[in-house]
């Protein structure tokens, strides 16, 4: 089945903790995407990635850092969480056409809430 | 800066009572448009593409059309399992890989 998976789903952790949220597609796609969605704010880009150590940075890329070592693998990183990164995450990979993106497939999201 | 305004924010609609869900935008120039349904707590999902003014994409009840400044998605006969979260988003022209959402419009079809 082709999909966008994410871990951990659900993750409570205290400001300054490092964490790593997980992103993975089945689909081949070279085009993956994070974005955190807040009520009244809606879906923002933080980063993606057109390939393989190719990243670029979103709307709101401030204290995330990502890495794509493989193509099928995206993950996020939160150095030192603070509690305005409380959110719902969601990464999102799509097939590009030259050098754009068409539709995303989204993953379930990652609720993260930093005490 | 791109920007993509939704309305309304809300919608509640009787079942079978058609209304259409507007997404004003603006862009230096659209590469594509694009809307999703999103379900509370889940991820978006897609519903249509659309490239150029004129265009049109129909998919059961649903049909989205787009003109030069905005897009409409169009419900006919809704049903209640057509309760969700509508979001649109748009992408630059100019191998530009950056895609802005907008809010979103939450449609609430009551039976």
């Known amino acids: 089945e082709a999909q966008v998976t994410q871990n951990p789903r659900y993750l409570i952790t205290v400001t300054g903790k490092k964490l790593t949220v997980t992103c993975s597609q089945n689909?081949?796609?070279?085009?993956m995407s994070w974005y955190r969605q807040d009520p009244g704010l809606g879906l923002r880009q933080i980063y993606y990635?057109?390939?393989?150590?190719?990243?670029d940075k979103g709307d709101v890329p401030e204290g995330y850092k990502v890495s794509r070592k493989e193509k099928r693998n995206f993950p996020l990183i939160l150095e030192s969480p603070s509690p305005n990164q409380t959110s719902l995450y969601f990464c999102?990979?799509?097939?590009?056409?030259?050098?754009?993106?068409?539709?995303?497939?989204f993953g379930p999201g990652t609720r993260l809430t930093v005490t | 800066e791109d920007q993509v305004t939704q309305s309304p924010e809300a919608l509640r609609l009787q079942e079978g009572e058609s209304s259409s869900l507007n997404c004003s935008y603006t862009?230096?120039?659209?590469?594509?448009l694009f809307w999703y349904r999103q379900d509370p707590g889940k991820g978006p999902e897609f519903l249509f593409t659309?490239?150029?003014a004129g265009e049109e994409k129909e998919k059961e009840r649903l049909k989205a059309t787009l003109t030069k400044k905005e897009s409409f998605l169009h419900i006919t006969a809704p049903k209640p399992e057509d309760s969700a979260t509508y979001l649109c988003?748009?992408?630059?022209?100019?191998?530009?890989?950056?895609?802005?959402f907008g809010i979103g419009t939450k449609l609430q079809v009551i039976p």
């Open positions: 862009v230096s120039g659209l590469r594509g």
């Open positions: 999102a990979s799509s097939r590009t056409s030259g050098r754009s993106p068409y539709e995303q497939y």
């Open positions: 689909m081949n796609h070279e085009y």
């Open positions: 988003a748009v992408q630059a022209a100019g191998g530009y890989q950056k895609v802005t």
């Open positions: 659309l490239y150029s």
């Open positions: 990635s057109m390939n393989v150590e190719v990243t």
